[in-house]
């Protein structure tokens, strides 16, 4: 009695845990950011988590949303700061971006990274498998 490829690749696959298959994708998720605007400035409320659960320094995680917005900022405790309205989704995106070039490893995708500088160049050294890159974003 012999199985043909199919019917054990689907035994297999009904074999695996639900949240396992769900696990493929990304598992560092970011809450969504807590933006009001008073007069002219932008209050991003909860900017301290962010850069906790991107395991980055908060400074540097400013500085990028600064530079790329355009516009100076600084942190009050907790939250951050930004002179002129911005929106919600502005934020939503750049530290999308952030954490796909700064903090996820580009060989295994593992959020699992930590910065090194040597001489003046920033790496990015991934704690699960190894890797040494380039930090595009240090």
């Known amino acids: 009695m012999t199985r043909s490829y199919e019917e054990l690749l689907s035994r297999a696959r009904s074999g695996l845990?639900?949240?396992?298959?769900?696990?493929?994708?990304?598992?560092?998720?970011l809450p969504i950011p807590d933006v009001i605007w008073v007069g002219?400035?932008?209050i991003f409320r909860n900017y301290g988590?962010?850069?906790k659960?991107?395991?980055?320094?908060?400074?540097?995680?400013?500085m990028y949303l600064a530079k790329e917005l355009a516009t100076a900022a600084s942190v009050d405790g907790?939250?951050?700061?930004?002179?002129?309205?911005k929106d919600r989704d502005s934020f939503t995106?750049?530290?999308?971006?952030?954490?796909?070039?700064?903090?996820l490893c580009p060989v295994c995708g593992s959020p699992d990274t930590h910065?090194?500088?040597?001489k003046r160049m920033w790496f990015m050294v991934c704690e699960a498998c190894g890797a040494r890159s380039?930090?595009?974003?240090a």
């Open 53 to 62: 659960r991107l395991r980055r320094d908060s400074a540097r995680v400013l």
């Open 40 to 42: 002219n400035k932008t």
């Open 115 to 118: 910065l090194e500088k040597e």
């Open 49 to 51: 988590e962010f850069p």
């Open 134 to 137: 380039v930090a595009k974003v």
């Open 93 to 103: 995106q750049l530290l999308q971006r952030y954490m796909k070039d700064g903090v």
């Open 17 to 29: 845990d639900k949240d396992a298959r769900k696990s493929e994708g990304i598992r560092l998720e």
């Open 78 to 85: 907790e939250r951050a700061i930004f002179i002129g309205r």
